[in-house]
């Protein structure tokens, strides 16, 4: 097919054209820019909907493509088509890839990603879990991929920045359209040397409902696999683990409290065949991971552990006791342990800074 951009991604700029439709018409006029100027009959002859035709025929009289491609460029925003070398392999081979993806930072990254994604009501527990399982796949050399969205989404891009790593942003709407808009500051720092924010949304696209099912198989098609770390039963995540499963990729799941209706999505996961995860060893284990950078990450994580605990007084062990299993209020802690509130405090606060234990807000704290 010859390579004609402009008129490629004015093609792509049509509503009601999505990647089955538009990748039909390319594999028919071989050039975008005939299938561009080509008059309606052609098209319908090609089965695209009348609707579609009508609003192509429409868009032509005001776009010149041109000038369109000049001004996405103008504004920052780079594409790759799925007819570029350059394309993400992972993603091409899925039934459905993008023909255009839309980007700002660098895209050129490591193949080695995997998706975590979750609730966008995270608990304590599931910021605790998904910093931990973050931080590990980092370490291991992963490029961590998640959509942008609050709760789950947004600890995992932190931590991966904090960690010094590599991350893509998938988002449901245009670049030009950052949601929610609270992320526009995180979503720039990745741009600015820390992955790519990318969409297959033409860059003034609306984030809308509906497209948030399209972005969700963007994130399990550049990945080897997907974690899901907290998740109602009616979670966009577990939209991304089925088309991870659709596309043959692995699908991890942390268990998390039976008390909370954000277990329900992972418990369903692991019914119906997912991995139930409870270590980052797990996730490189299933994918086949032993390099020399991860198995360096589980030893000193090993060794750190075991001189700490050696070094513990009686009343530290008997405070990691109680938050072994669950989180815990400050009080509740000095209450099984029998401290007082000033010995208690300083205790937690010394092996806060230890690394011991960690706070989650509001007095809760968990093992860390």
């Not at 005939?34 to 032509?60: D, F, H, M, P």
């Not at 790593?165 to 709407?173: D, K, N």
């Not at 969409?199 to 609306?206: A, C, K, N, Q």
């Not at 009343?315 to 990691?320: A, D, P, R, V, Y």
């Amino acid at each position: 097919m010859v390579q004609n951009d402009p008129y490629l991604l004015a093609l792509h700029s049509i509503d009601g054209l999505g990647p089955i439709r538009l990748k039909a018409i390319l594999q028919y006029f071989k050039d975008p820019k005939l299938a561009w100027e080509v008059n309606g009959e052609e098209l319908l002859k090609l089965g695209i909907y009348k609707n579609t035709v009508n609003l192509l025929i429409e868009t032509r009289k005001n776009l010149e493509p041109e000038t369109y491609a000049k001004k996405i460029a103008e504004s920052g925003i780079k594409w790759v088509t799925v007819f570029d070398e350059n394309y993400p392999k992972l993603l091409a081979e899925i039934y459905d890839p993008p023909i255009v993806l839309y980007y700002k930072g660098n895209l050129d990254l490591d193949e080695k990603a995997i998706g975590v994604v979750g609730t966008r009501k995270i608990t304590g527990y599931g910021k605790v879990v998904t910093e931990q399982f973050t931080r590990g796949l980092v370490q291991a050399g992963f490029t961590i991929v998640s959509g942008l969205a609050r709760g789950v989404d947004s600890q995992a891009h932190l931590t991966t920045i904090s960690e010094g790593g590599q991350t893509i942003a998938v988002l449901g709407g245009g670049l030009n359209n950052i949601f929610p808009s609270e992320n526009r500051g995180l979503a720039a720092k990745i741009a600015g040397g820390f992955g790519a924010v990318i969409s297959e949304f033409p860059p003034d696209s609306p984030s809308l409902p509906g497209n948030f099912p399209a972005r969700n198989r963007i994130i399990s098609g550049l990945s080897l696999g997907v974690l899901v770390i907290e998740a109602a039963e009616d979670s966009g995540s577990l939209i991304t683990a089925r088309s991870a499963l659709e596309q043959g990729r692995e699908v991890f799941a942390v268990p998390g409290p039976v008390t909370s209706n954000l277990s329900k999505g992972p418990i369903g996961l692991i019914k119906n065949g997912a991995m139930a995860v409870f270590s980052v060893d797990e996730v490189l284990e299933q994918l086949g991971i032993n390099q020399v950078q991860s198995a360096k990450f589980n030893s000193s994580a090993s060794l750190g552990a075991g001189a700490q605990n050696e070094n513990l007084s009686e009343e530290e062990k008997k405070i990691l006791e109680c938050l072994e299993n669950e989180e815990m209020h400050i009080d509740e802690i000095g209450r099984l342990v029998n401290f007082d509130s000033p010995k208690i405090s300083a205790l937690l606060l010394r092996m806060e800074i230890s690394g011991l234990v960690q706070s989650m807000g509001a007095g809760i704290y968990c093992k860390k």
